[in-house]
């Protein structure tokens, strides 16, 4: 069996951030213990070829929608996140740490079948 590659760790991950909540680049890298943040956001870059990624769930450190720039429109970030519940207001997920939620919740027997 081959093993999973860093992308499809990534997607693994993100496909698990409930509804409703948010994640960080950086909490997805710490939690895979592999690359960092900018490699996450590279991965999700990529999610695109397939919509069964959640990639709108995911944004910066500071709760920021960082990645707004490379969906197809520069709102469609934010309205997907509405659309699921989530208060954006300046390009800024409110009540961040509220939503923030962090992949450990996974545990530490979290596997991924390519």
Not at 31 to 42: H, P, T
Not at 47 to 53: E, I, Q, R, T
Not at 91 to 108: I, M, Q, T
Request: hydrophobic share 40%.
């Amino acid at each position: 069996m081959r093993q999973p590659t860093y992308y499809e760790l990534v997607y693994a991950v993100v496909r698990e951030i409930p509804r409703g909540r948010v994640s960080t680049y950086g909490a997805i890298a710490d939690f895979l213990a592999l690359g960092a943040a900018r490699m996450v956001g590279w991965a999700l870059n990529k999610s695109f070829l397939g919509d069964d990624v959640p990639a709108h769930r995911v944004v910066n450190r500071k709760g920021e929608l960082s990645g707004r720039n490379h969906w197809p429109t520069p709102i469609m970030m934010q309205e997907m996140l509405e659309q699921e519940g989530v208060v954006v207001e300046d390009n800024c997920v409110k009540d961040f740490e509220r939503l923030f939620w962090h992949p450990s919740a996974l545990g530490e027997d979290f596997e991924v079948h390519p």
